[in-house]
């Protein structure tokens, strides 16, 4: 095929890019909002751990309190998110 890009054409051509470029973007936020959720998550999941190793000695009570924070934390963000 040997076509001419005619100005229509190579409208078409950019507009095409222009709405991956848009998608691409659309779902860079979306994994980083994943990401963000995740991570939060997983810090929460890791001090509940220690906090259920040691919560018959002293240190049980520094992971409570760091396990307050992190859920609290986790629960501020997922509200924001639906703001």
């Known amino acids: ?3 001419i890009l005619t100005p ?3 409208a078409k051509i950019v507009e095409q890019f222009e709405k ?5 973007e659309e779902q860079n936020e979306y994994i980083d909002e994943l990401q963000r959720e995740l991570s939060l998550a ?10 259920l190793a040691h919560r018959d000695d002293p ?3 520094v992971y ?3 396990l307050k924070k992190r859920i609290q934390a986790w629960e501020e963000w997922k ?3 639906h703001e």
């Not at 991956?20 to 691409?24: P, R």
């Not at 997983?42 to 906090?51: D, H, L, M, S």
């Open 1 to 3: 095929m040997n076509e």
């Open 8 to 10: 229509e054409l190579k």
């Open 20 to 24: 991956s470029d848009e998608l691409v």
């Open 42 to 51: 997983r810090t929460v999941c890791y001090t509940a751990k220690g906090f």
């Open 59 to 61: 240190l049980g009570g």
């Open 64 to 66: 409570w309190d760091l």
């Open 79 to 81: 509200e924001a998110q």
